[in-house]
């Protein structure tokens, strides 16, 4: 397990040889502190807590605004959801004069606050479907999974349920208004109602493709079935929508990946399991061209599943469909911020989302908005060891390569057929003393990914003189998938200088290996961070 400790010394050697530690944004100290002590809830946003928040959710305000002109959907005190940010931020277009022009919203935020009041009910905990993330006009939406009876009937006890029977579940009941009254009162045209307003809800913002990553049909708890989702939704209200179902493990076994000391290869999910009986279902439109051998996923570790399906949402959100794309889970609170902060990452480090944001900017957003306003359980779930949370931003070392690069796609839609150059893989294919070391980071630029032992290695700019004169493109092209791998480096050092000397180094001293610890203190050192011969924290 040393394995994975030295790994990420490297890592963190290469990506700031200089010895100074990455560059750090104000106030994320002061987020990781207040992410781990306690849960965000809308409602509790007052005192000296609340004023944090508020200085989170300003800084987010401000991080969106540098690149976006946007609305606000008013959620204050979670009138609209509990564990939704109080200003939901609605991404209308780029706010550059030529993205105006390009893309212009064609949503009435009044007609969409109203949409959004109607259909709360319908997903589970109210969390609606909600639009985090815009590109190329597309909205990129998040939410929690179909209610089911129980909670329609009644949130209070099903928080109850749901939770496991834990306290402050019924801290979590949101007030029953006179209008859910009157729709749980007709049982036959309930389930019509609510979700009819859902399904205007994702007209509205022309989401087309919804991604279901519950390994389940149905969430049971305590042999009641306590939530649903589209794919089994008897009356087939969602038949109009592009539906995947694409299985991810949950939180609980992330405490499998805590307990290998972080280390991601090699540990598969356990498919037999009794709870487990979603499939995989991708409809064959949308992974021909992806070279992915889909009938093996049970086989695939966690590396490669989140590989893949970071690849197949990446190919959905860059097809020229001009439909949006929602992602969810059960709760919408562990796997949906994964693969939300994973698409925001992967897009900003290609330069095709707020471009003026720097790594530490963009690490500072994705933690606050993806995860922390939108309720992620940090405190509960590093007391179960259950660390999602880590493991997100650790994988970033796992998408540098052009594999997840949405350049390429667009690269390949713009080259004319004459463009004959060299190829990416003629490249690849070029002596080992011209490519450069097959295992710095700090090469120029770098195509292995930790993950893939069998990957040919990296190569300098030295290659990219041999693409012929007719291929400049070409060379644009790797040197923007240089500085692909250079952001998403950085922002993965400075997570790890951040988590380090907050929460990570704390959350050490369960594990028998002390894994995170040493993990941990050997990437502060390598960062300059602290002297070789300091005390432990």
């Given at each position: 397990?040393?394995?994975?400790?030295?790994?990420?010394?490297?890592?963190?050697?290469?990506?700031?040889?200089?010895?100074?530690?990455?560059?750090?944004?104000?106030?994320?100290?002061?987020?990781?502190?207040?992410?781990?002590?306690?849960?965000?809830?809308?409602?509790?946003?007052?005192?000296?807590?609340?004023?944090?928040?508020?200085?989170?959710?300003?800084?987010?305000?401000?991080?969106?605004?540098?690149?976006?002109?946007?609305?606000?959907?008013?959620?204050?005190?979670?009138?609209?959801?509990?564990?939704?940010?109080?200003?939901?931020?609605?991404?209308?277009?780029?706010?550059?004069?030529?993205?105006?022009?390009?893309?212009?919203?064609?949503?009435?935020?009044?007609?969409?606050?109203?949409?959004?009041?109607?259909?709360?009910?319908?997903?589970?905990?109210?969390?609606?479907?909600?639009?985090?993330?815009?590109?190329?006009?597309?909205?990129?939406?998040?939410?929690?999974?179909?209610?089911?009876?129980?909670?329609?009937?009644?949130?209070?006890?099903?928080?109850?349920?749901?939770?496991?029977?834990?306290?402050?579940?019924?801290?979590?009941?949101?007030?029953?208004?006179?209008?859910?009254?009157?729709?749980?009162?007709?049982?036959?045209?309930?389930?019509?109602?609510?979700?009819?307003?859902?399904?205007?809800?994702?007209?509205?913002?022309?989401?087309?493709?919804?991604?279901?990553?519950?390994?389940?049909?149905?969430?049971?708890?305590?042999?009641?079935?306590?939530?649903?989702?589209?794919?089994?939704?008897?009356a087939q209200r969602y038949a109009d929508f592009t539906l995947l179902s694409i299985p991810y493990p949950?939180?609980?076994?992330?405490?499998?990946?805590?307990?290998?000391?972080?280390?991601?290869?090699?540990?598969?999910?356990?498919?037999?399991?009794?709870?487990?009986?979603?499939?995989?279902?991708?409809?064959?439109?949308?992974?021909?061209?992806?070279?992915?051998?889909?009938?093996?996923?049970?086989?695939?570790?966690?590396?490669?599943?989140?590989?893949?399906?970071?690849?197949?949402?990446?190919?959905?959100?860059?097809?020229?469909?001009?439909?949006?794309?929602?992602?969810?889970?059960?709760?919408?609170?562990?796997?949906?911020?994964?693969?939300?902060?994973?698409?925001?990452?992967?897009?900003?480090?290609?330069?095709?989302?707020?471009?003026?944001?720097?790594?530490?900017?963009?690490?500072?957003?994705?933690?606050?908005y993806d995860w922390f306003l939108f309720g992620h359980m940090l405190v509960d779930r590093l007391s179960?060891?259950?660390?999602?949370?880590?493991?997100?931003?650790?994988?970033?070392?796992?998408?540098?390569?052009?594999?997840?690069?949405?350049?390429?796609?667009?690269?390949?839609?713009?080259?004319?057929?004459?463009?004959?150059?060299?190829?990416?893989?003629?490249?690849?294919?070029?002596?080992?003393?011209?490519?450069?070391?097959?295992?710095?980071?700090?090469?120029?630029?770098?195509?292995?990914?930790?993950?893939?032992?069998?990957?040919?290695?990296?190569?300098?700019?030295?290659?990219?003189?041999?693409?012929?004169?007719?291929?400049?493109?070409?060379?644009?092209?790797?040197?923007?998938?240089?500085?692909?791998?250079?952001?998403?480096?950085?922002?993965?050092?400075?997570?790890?200088?951040?988590?380090?000397?907050?929460?990570?180094?704390?959350?050490?001293?369960?594990?028998?290996?002390?894994?995170?610890?040493?993990?941990?203190?050997?990437?502060?050192?390598?960062?300059?961070?602290?002297?070789?011969?300091?005390?432990?924290?």
């Amino acid at each position: 397990m040393a394995g994975a400790r030295a790994a990420a010394a490297a890592s963190a050697g290469s990506s700031t040889s200089s010895g100074h530690p990455p560059p750090q944004e104000p106030g994320l100290g002061e987020l990781l502190e207040e992410f781990s002590r306690t849960q965000y809830r809308a409602k509790d946003c007052s005192g000296t807590g609340g004023s944090k928040v508020e200085r989170i959710e300003k800084r987010c305000l401000e991080l969106f605004g540098r690149d976006y002109c946007y609305s606000v959907i008013q959620n204050v005190n979670g009138d609209i959801c509990g564990h939704y940010p109080q200003h939901i931020v609605f991404l209308e277009y780029e706010s550059s004069e030529k993205e105006k022009d390009t893309f212009q919203s064609t949503v009435q935020v009044s007609k969409l606050q109203d949409l959004v009041n109607r259909s709360k009910t319908a997903r589970c905990r109210g969390r609606f479907v909600c639009p985090v993330i815009l590109f190329k006009g597309k909205h990129i939406c998040r939410s929690a999974t179909l209610a089911g009876w129980g909670e329609l009937y009644g949130r209070t006890g099903y928080n109850y349920i749901f939770s496991g029977g834990a306290d402050d579940a019924w801290a979590d009941a949101e007030d029953v208004t006179e209008e859910d009254c009157a729709l749980r009162s007709s049982d036959t045209h309930l389930f019509d109602k609510v979700r009819g307003y859902d399904i205007k809800l994702l007209r509205y913002l022309s989401v087309k493709y919804i991604c279901d990553l519950m390994v389940e049909n149905k969430k049971v708890k305590f042999g009641m079935n306590v939530t649903s989702s589209e794919k089994v939704d008897k009356a087939q209200r969602y038949a109009d929508f592009t539906l995947l179902s694409i299985p991810y493990p949950g939180c609980e076994f992330f405490k499998e990946y805590k307990d290998r000391d972080y280390m991601a290869e090699g540990l598969i999910f356990n498919w037999k399991q009794d709870y487990v009986d979603a499939p995989l279902s991708i409809p064959d439109f949308l992974t021909c061209s992806l070279n992915i051998d889909w009938s093996q996923y049970q086989s695939w570790d966690l590396v490669q599943q989140t590989q893949n399906y970071l690849k197949l949402l990446l190919s959905i959100i860059n097809s020229d469909d001009d439909s949006g794309l929602l992602v969810h889970c059960i709760s919408g609170w562990d796997r949906t911020p994964l693969f939300i902060s994973l698409l925001r990452l992967s897009l900003w480090a290609d330069g095709l989302i707020h471009t003026s944001l720097k790594p530490a900017e963009i690490l500072y957003l994705t933690v606050a908005y993806d995860w922390f306003l939108f309720g992620h359980m940090l405190v509960d779930r590093l007391s179960k060891g259950e660390e999602i949370f880590f493991f997100c931003f650790n994988f970033l070392k796992h998408i540098i390569s052009e594999e997840f690069s949405s350049l390429k796609t667009q690269r390949r839609k713009s080259l004319p057929a004459r463009d004959a150059g060299f190829t990416l893989e003629d490249i690849c294919m070029l002596r080992r003393k011209d490519r450069g070391s097959t295992t710095s980071l700090g090469s120029d630029f770098s195509l292995v990914m930790e993950s893939s032992p069998g990957a040919t290695g990296s190569f300098t700019y030295e290659a990219v003189e041999l693409v012929t004169a007719g291929a400049q493109t070409q060379a644009a092209w790797l040197a923007a998938l240089s500085e692909r791998e250079t952001r998403l480096q950085e922002v993965r050092s400075a997570f790890l200088a951040a988590y380090s000397s907050t929460v990570g180094l704390r959350a050490a001293a369960p594990s028998p290996s002390g894994a995170i610890g040493g993990l941990l203190e050997q990437f502060v050192r390598g960062v300059g961070l602290r002297g070789t011969s300091s005390s432990t924290l």
